[in-house]
């Protein structure tokens, strides 16, 4: 409950600098984020971790958006294990907010705290209170059109186009991998909205180690941070 109320304080003090900084919808923040940088976050979050230069992507790309993503991991049980066939997603502009320290190391501190409040309905808290900062950015979710499964970022809502992407890098999360899932560095197949994406400071979204009714489905509440790269 702790979190809770420490969450809500958070949002309520950013609501209205993003607010104020975001008019719009849109695939590109009101705000510059020349001085964003991903290696920063990744040695300078609250767990205070080493720099994870896989996650990195080359240095001929430059940062598009930094964001949030709130939703569920989807797993089907087979042969006594939960096996993971895609996930669902809102995905949130954070860009504004990342450029401030303060603001983002509370954010930070918020999304590692979500472990200690467990269900879906805090998510749908922090996606109301999301949407009425009117940041949202892109709906993620999972396409086998192509013949694999094959994670989407549509970005129709913002105006914009689309990334599917192919992994490349899979790191266990360095905090908690029994219960976060994995730090993922991807590279886009399809579409004009990324050309690579890095999911890092997962909270959530990993099952339970073994299953015992075949086929059943599973959903697993669980929030990351999303960097795109163009």
Not at 21 to 30: I, M
Not at 77 to 85: L, S
Not at 197 to 205: A, F, I, K, M, S
Request: proline share 6%; aromatic share 8%; net charge negative.
């Amino acid at each position: 409950m702790h979190c809770l109320f420490k969450l809500m304080a958070l949002a309520l003090a950013v609501l209205p600098l993003v607010s104020a900084d975001l008019h719009a919808q849109g695939t590109q923040p009101h705000c510059s984020v020349a001085n964003i940088s991903l290696p920063d976050a990744l040695t300078g979050d609250s767990h205070g971790l080493t720099n994870l230069t896989a996650l990195i992507p080359p240095a001929n790309v430059s940062i598009v958006q930094v964001t949030i993503g709130f939703g569920a991991q989807n797993y089907t049980c087979t042969q006594g294990k939960y096996v993971n066939v895609g996930a669902v997603a809102q995905v949130f502009d954070i860009s504004c907010i990342q450029n401030l320290p303060s603001i983002s190391a509370g954010l930070s501190l918020a999304i590692n705290e979500l472990e200690s409040v467990a269900g879906e309905g805090l998510l749908n808290f922090i996606t109301m209170l999301a949407k009425m900062g009117g940041f949202k950015l892109a709906d993620h979710y999972f396409d086998t059109s192509s013949g694999a499964l094959a994670p989407v970022f549509n970005f129709q809502i913002s105006g914009g186009g689309f990334a599917i992407g192919k992994k490349l890098q899979d790191i266990p999360d360095p905090v908690n991998p029994i219960k976060n899932v994995d730090w993922l560095q991807l590279t886009a197949v399809q579409g004009d909205a990324a050309k690579f994406l890095v999911r890092e400071q997962t909270v959530g979204g990993q099952p339970p180690a073994s299953c015992a009714v075949e086929n059943e489905t599973l959903q697993v509440p669980y929030a990351a941070k999303y960097w795109f790269f163009g």
